[in-house]
Structures are given as C-alpha cells and as structure tokens.
C-alpha cells in the first residue's frame, strides 16, 4: 500500500511539473542544441536538474521547483551572453 501512494504522488508531482517545464521551452523558442549558445544550453540543463530533483525527491517543495523554472526563464531572457559581442 505505501508503494501504491508513493508512486500516486509521483505520478502527480511529474503531470503539474512536466507541463509548466513544456510552457517555459516553448516560450524560450525552437532551437536546435547545435545553435544554442553555451548560456543557453547551461539555462537548459539547470532546468533539467531542477525538474528531475522535483520528480526523484517528495521532500522538495513544488512550489519551490516552479519559481526556480520561472527565475531560469528570466534569465535565460535576459540579455546575458558568452558570445563575443563586438
């Protein structure tokens, strides 16, 4: 039974999480990793482990996990580059 539960709480914790993650990628645009710039990807990847930390651990608050992928968002929209801008 207490297996039943766990995997009823995960089974919830990945349909709220997974969409809001799907929303920020589309609203970040369509890019191939090969065009991406190095922030860009990094942006991706922390978003990546954010998601996954949510999903493995009931301990992390879900709360948490969306304001940490709206913040990656931000800054992923910011004009911050590694890219040589002259």
């Given at each position: 039974m207490e297996l039943l539960k766990e995997l009823v709480i995960l089974l919830v914790r990945v349909i709220t999480i997974l969409p809001l993650l799907l929303l920020v990628t589309l609203i970040m645009g369509k890019r191939s990793i090969g065009e991406l710039p190095v922030f860009d990807?990094?942006?991706?990847?922390?978003?990546?482990?954010?998601?996954?930390?949510?999903?493995?651990?009931?301990?992390?608050?879900?709360?948490?996990?969306?304001?940490?992928?709206?913040?990656?968002?931000?800054?992923?929209?910011?004009?911050?580059?590694?890219?040589?801008?002259?």
């Amino acid at each position: 039974m207490e297996l039943l539960k766990e995997l009823v709480i995960l089974l919830v914790r990945v349909i709220t999480i997974l969409p809001l993650l799907l929303l920020v990628t589309l609203i970040m645009g369509k890019r191939s990793i090969g065009e991406l710039p190095v922030f860009d990807f990094l942006i991706f990847l922390s978003l990546g482990a954010v998601v996954g930390a949510d999903i493995a651990d009931a301990d992390i608050s879900h709360i948490h996990t969306a304001v940490a992928i709206i913040l990656n968002r931000d800054i992923a929209e910011s004009n911050i580059t590694f890219e040589n801008t002259e």
